[in-house]
Every structure is written in structure tokens, then in C-alpha cells.
Nanobody, 120 residues
Framework: QVQFVESGGGLVQPGGSLRLSCAAS????????MSWYRQAPGKERELVATITSTGGSTNYADSVKDRFTISRTNVKKTVYLQMNSLKPEDTGVYYC?????????????WGQGTQVTVSS
């Protein structure tokens, strides 16, 4: 079945960097766009960044543009999120997910996520 395993989170000071990874399995990874989402305490989950199935195009939320970079390697079925110049408002649990033509690879399923805490 579809599985997402997110990793790479941690505690970092403002201005620092982290690189998140998401290992996917159970579906044809190379056929799906991949996205990173985050959920801050007391807030709804929000879309952070998306990369197309081939990696040829990316999109970012305005709040992370020019600071975050999404990438993928289809051979390893892994998507990454490089986060630079981190701010306290970037704190939250980060999740990845897969979508093709507006349909999730596993509707309603989310991995365990990885916690990112930006604090001095």
C-alpha cells in the first residue's frame, strides 16, 4: 500500500537550514506530482511546495518562496525539501503527499510527518 516516510526535521535556530526527505512506496512514484505540506499548532495543514512528476516544474507558497527548494529523485522514489533562512513561523509538522490529475495516490492517508521547530 501507499506509504510516505518523512525525516530530517529537528530544532534549529532562526536563520538556520534543514533538509527534509520523504521516501515513498506503494505507487508509481515517477507518475505523480509530489508536494510538501505543513501543519502548525492550532492551524490547518497548508501546501508549501509542489514538484511535477518529471521535476521540470515547481511551485511554492508565497511565504517560503526564495527560501525553500523542492526536488526529487525518481530512481530513489524520494522527494526533498531544502529549507534555508528558517523563521519561527516555519515551525510545524511537515508531510509529503502524491497527486496525479487532482487525485491523491491514497486519499485521506498521511504519513507520520517530521517535526520542524525554529526557535532560539
Amino acid at each position: 500500500q501507499v506509504q510516505f516516510v518523512e525525516s530530517g526535521g529537528g530544532l534549529v535556530q532562526p536563520g538556520g537550514s534543514l533538509r527534509l526527505s520523504c521516501a515513498a512506496s506503494g505507487f508509481t512514484f515517477s507518475s505523480y506530482a509530489m508536494s510538501w505540506y505543513r501543519q502548525a499548532p492550532g492551524k490547518e495543514r497548508e501546501l508549501v511546495a509542489t514538484i511535477t512528476s518529471t521535476g521540470g516544474s515547481t511551485n511554492y507558497a508565497d511565504s517560503v518562496k526564495d527560501r525553500f527548494t523542492i526536488s526529487r529523485t525518481n530512481v530513489k522514489k524520494t522527494v526533498y525539501l531544502q529549507m534555508n533562512s528558517l523563521k519561527p513561523e516555519d515551525t510545524g509538522v511537515y508531510y509529503c503527499n502524491a497527486e496525479r490529475f487532482g487525485v491523491r495516490a491514497a486519499p485521506g492517508y498521511w504519513g507520520q510527518g517530521t517535526q520542524v521547530t525554529v526557535s532560539s
